[in-house]
């Protein structure tokens, strides 16, 4: 790691030195005036430091329910317990009164025309079956007319004819030989001349007879006939086209009456809808704890801290946060950890947590939510990119409350057995950790392997022995960290039962994983 890294790193990563290495480092003073540091070897534990907050883990959140802006009439006082269904805020209803008289009037319209249009549309399918009866039985009578003719009045006719025909040829059979009797007769004096003229007019007339009935067959067979079933067969087919005319009819009247209902229903459901959003809305102006809690006004921080007050007369806004009711069963401290040091920061990692009102006392926490995106600088470091941690408080006996100043210290890694200097020893010569180690002929550099380190301690993997006397260099590396207060600084063993509690952890998770293998063994 270079020195420039350390530099930045150290404003955010701080450590405890062994058990009495927690403070500044204790260095002694040559009568050169220079500052040195005897290489230790000992525990060395690394820790971020990050300023936080804390809240509960668990909050209902009491919003503003109705839309535009709205005048709060009444307001529970801050800090109040309340319970269940108890009420909370009070806001305007006059304007929602008049909406709502509007709203019931146009629903009941809209119901009226939707009750309309059903009752049009069971008319329509009435009127449908009518007309379809009536078609097909035109339909029917159609054929039926056709068939009757074809198969009824044309043989009928027919069969009349030829009989008639067959008739007056017999009569005429009959005249002839009356004819021929009556003219014998008349040679032999028997009858008159006027008798035999009478028989011939006879015979003439069932001639003409004979001829007119056969005429008649022959009109009957040649145009009568085809003029007859050429018109009834059209009434056939005007019958059908009428009929396919009503079903399609029947079908576009029955769609229009249909889209009409749908159509006014679909305008009775969106004033409905309207009608319940403004009955819900009327209701929300009396807003009323959804569970027991403690009253605390939402504040939105705004640039250079203002916010927005929460106070009766003033005008608040749809979906506006206004009341917060925190569980106090189970605590949280919230903080931002910069992205330098983001990566070092990992789920379930232990933290101690020091309250700024409660200065003799610490709590136990572990890191719960790590933030996936960074939040948006501060207003006075708009280029700073911070992540969003959360630590679920562990272990609490302290009256705590909502947004105390916290001061959280993370835990990195425990380093058991390592030779450690102050960062102010180490210096960089092109591009190499140095330090000044005291030897017999005074002081001499040393190139040296640096490891982890915090803003106060750099670890020392080689150049160096334990008991070495080096130099301090105040103008190479400050430590910018050194001077804040740490949990750890309070109670120094914490630090230790953290790491202690977090290696447990880790042995138990291993133990799972190494049964989870020797079982898929088993069943493989």
Not at 84 to 112: P, T, W
Not at 275 to 283: I, K, N, Q, V
Request: aromatic share 4%; proline share 4%.
């Amino acid at each position: 790691m270079s020195l420039g890294v350390l530099a930045v790193a150290a404003v955010a990563v701080v450590a405890s030195v062994g058990s009495s290495k927690t403070g500044n480092p204790e260095v002694s003073v040559p009568e050169s005036g220079g500052q040195t540091w005897r290489v230790e070897r000992g525990p060395m534990t690394i820790s971020l430091l990050a300023p936080g907050q804390t809240k509960a883990k668990n909050t209902t959140q009491i919003t503003c329910q109705v839309t535009g802006e709205v005048k709060i009439v009444w307001l529970v006082p801050e800090g109040t317990l309340v319970k269940k269904d108890q009420k909370l805020i009070e806001l305007e209803a006059s304007g929602l009164e008049e909406k709502l008289v509007k709203q019931r009037i146009d629903v009941a319209d809209e119901r009226a025309d939707y009750e309309e249009a059903e009752q049009n549309l069971e008319i329509q399918k009435r009127q449908n079956t009518s007309d379809l009866l009536t078609a097909e039985n035109k339909q029917f009578l159609a054929k039926l007319d056709l068939e009757k003719y074809t198969d009824g009045e044309y043989p009928r006719k027919i069969l009349e004819l030829n009989e008639e025909i067959k008739l007056a040829e017999d009569e005429l059979e009959r005249v002839q030989l009356r004819l021929e009797s009556t003219q014998r007769l008349a040679e032999k004096g028997y009858v008159s001349a006027g008798e035999v003229k009478a028989d011939e007019l006879n015979k003439r007339r069932k001639e003409l007879e004979v001829k007119k009935n056969k005429k008649e067959l022959e009109v009957l067979e040649d145009y009568e006939k085809k003029r007859e079933i050429s018109s009834l067969e059209n009434d056939v087919r005007e019958a059908d086209d009428k009929l396919e005319r009503t079903r399609l009819e029947n079908v576009n009247e029955l769609r229009n009456k249909e889209i009409n209902v749908e159509t006014s229903k679909a305008k009775l459901d969106l004033e409905e809808t309207r009608l319940a959003r403004l009955e819900e809305e009327m209701r929300n102006t009396t807003i009323t704890a959804p569970r027991d809690g403690m009253v605390v006004y939402f504040k939105q921080s705004g640039r250079r801290g203002s916010g927005e007050a929460i106070e009766e007369g003033s005008q608040v806004r749809f979906r506006q946060r206004l009341i917060d009711l925190p569980d106090f069963s189970r605590w949280q401290v919230e903080t931002r950890v910069h992205e330098s040091v983001i990566e070092k920061v990992k789920m379930g990692q232990g933290a101690l947590v020091g309250i700024e009102a409660l200065p003799d006392e610490t709590v136990a926490a572990a890191v719960s939510k790590i933030g996936v995106l960074p939040d948006s600088g501060r207003w006075y470091m708009p280029d700073t990119k911070e992540y969003t941690v959360d630590l679920d408080v562990t272990t609490n006996t302290l009256p705590l409350k909502p947004g105390m100043t916290a001061n959280v210290e993370i835990l990195i890694a425990q380093l058991d057995d390592v030779l450690y200097v102050p960062l102010q020893a180490v210096s960089n010569v092109d591009g190499q950790p140095i330090v000044m180690r005291e030897g017999e002929l005074g002081p001499e550099s040393r190139v040296v392997e640096i490891g982890q380190n915090n803003d106060r301690f750099v670890e020392i993997r080689a150049g160096l022995r334990e008991g070495d006397t080096i130099l301090l260099d105040p103008g190479a590396l400050s430590a910018p960290g050194s001077l804040i207060e740490r949990p750890s600084d309070r109670v120094p063993a914490k630090a230790a039962e953290i790491k202690q509690s977090e290696d447990e952890k880790s042995a138990e998770k291993q133990k799972a994983e190494t049964r989870s293998g020797e079982i898929a063994d088993e069943q493989g």
